[in-house]
């Protein structure tokens, strides 16, 4: 599975943004999709999972301001990001898990929140 994440970009406090993730490859066998962040300085964390069958996940830090979709038609998922704060400045990466639990990710997009 090989995917392409974009949509990064510099935005405003209180702006939005939609990253979007093109899968290619054995994309039959993906279980779970998702996204994940890193800041500066810190881990790679989850933001965002949903599953083979519609269910979602939210990292209680974007609950209520971020929301996966996908897209089979078009094999891509999106995180689309409202109410942005300086806090979400991160590199973002999207994920896909098979159901041999085998994680793929995409090159980070880089997300900067400033004014």
């Known amino acids: 599975v090989q995917l392409q994440a974009s949509g990064g970009g510099l935005v405003q406090p209180g702006g939005s943004l939609r990253l979007s993730c093109a899968a290619s490859?054995?994309?039959?066998?993906?279980?779970?999709r998702g996204w994940y962040r890193q800041a500066p300085g810190k881990q790679r964390d989850v933001i965002a999972i949903i599953s083979s069958g519609g269910s979602t996940v939210y990292a209680d830090s974007v609950k209520g301001r971020f929301t996966i979709s996908r897209d089979y038609a078009k094999n891509t998922w999106y995180l689309q990001m409202n109410s942005l704060k300086p806090e979400d400045t991160a590199v973002y990466y999207c994920?896909?898990?098979?159901?041999?639990?085998?994680?793929?990710w995409g090159k980070g997009t880089l997300v900067t929140v400033s004014s």
């Open positions: 490859g054995s994309i039959f066998s993906i279980r779970h």
């Open positions: 994920n896909a898990a098979n159901y041999g639990d085998v994680n793929f």
